[in-house]
């Protein structure tokens, strides 16, 4: 099984329970050989300090026991937490297997670990690049290009802050961007690197001085090709969408936008890009970590992005060619594709005993 691991103040059983279940549909559609999972602590980690939190993190691994292992259920990071915590993860991990002969393979209990102790090229920017890859399928069929398209963001984190830098890369523009502690705009473009920076060292958007600080309401009506939900679940609601002005909606966060405000943006004819196939490339380069520690190789940053490609072009086509098959919307085409998968195996298993 394969999924992130929550530090926030709300996380849920029920939240965490949906999110593996789209983590199934994930790793389904992205043709990994691994199941779904996910796991969270009702915490804040702004407010612990470092020590604090390696020691919530010790002590979380330690309890979670045999519910985890590099043969069983391999956590990667999520909203609140890093590689430094999948570090910790790692190593409470390892140090805990009695036979010091074992240990070494203990260490692909996580993915996302830092690129010193066993973690891949590119899987801090990993979902970002993913994205990235599905677009480069699917713009042309909205009749869009990289080049002089614009687009909003909510959240700057990891897959915001990732996604934007990657898109700006290729001639996209980031217009407006919101994160919790406000909204920005610029009439041409903010720079997502210096903004990037910023925001790793004041630890979030506000007081950025390169663009105009703006009212949340104002953020979401904001005219943008792509409009990019980064942050956490049903942030994108009916009354949001009735205000959103773009081509499509790419969904980066799991989960981002209600049913309601879904069928609404359809009507409209917005074109609404799935997060199961859109934020894959996470999870997809997870496994690439999972194998390397497994074959005792280290993949050049090259090789992960070719694979990461190969990988996110296939699932782009097998949602594309499901839309056509049941001549329904994407994110239905991505649960068919993902779930036609699932019931092949469970046919050719058959039920025993
Ligand atoms: P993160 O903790 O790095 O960043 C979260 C961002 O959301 C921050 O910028 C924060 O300020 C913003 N945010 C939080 N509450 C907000 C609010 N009320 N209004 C506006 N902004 C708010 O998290 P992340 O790892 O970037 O994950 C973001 C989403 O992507 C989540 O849904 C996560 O499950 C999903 N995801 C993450 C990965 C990954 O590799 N990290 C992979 C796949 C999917």
Redesign the pocket.
Known sequence: YKG?I?Y?PHVELDEIKA?AALMTM?CSLAQLPMGGAKGGVQTDPRYLSNDELMRLTRRFTSALGANIGPDYDIP???????AQIMAWIADTYMMSLSHPGNRQHGQSVVT?KPPEFGGSAG?DK??GQGLVYVLEQTLPELGLSFHQLTFSL?????????TARLLAERGARLRAV????G?LYHDHAIDPTALANH?QTTG??AGFPHAQPIP?DQFYSIPVDLFI?????Q?VNLDKARAINCKALVE?????TTPAAERYLLEKGVTVLP?ILC?????T??YFEWKQNRQAETWDADVVDDQLRKHMHAAAQRVRLAAHRYRCDLRTAAYCAALEKIDRVYRLRGIFP
């Open positions: 992130g929550r926030h999110l994930k990667a990071p999520d909203v609140g937490t890093n996302g899987r990993a979902t909510i959240g700057f984190g990891n897959v915001g802050s990732w919101m994160d919790r502690s909204a925001a979030n958007i949340v939900p980064a942050a956490l679940e942030m980066a966060a799991n989960a981002p997060a934020n894959a490339g996470g999870v380069v997870s």
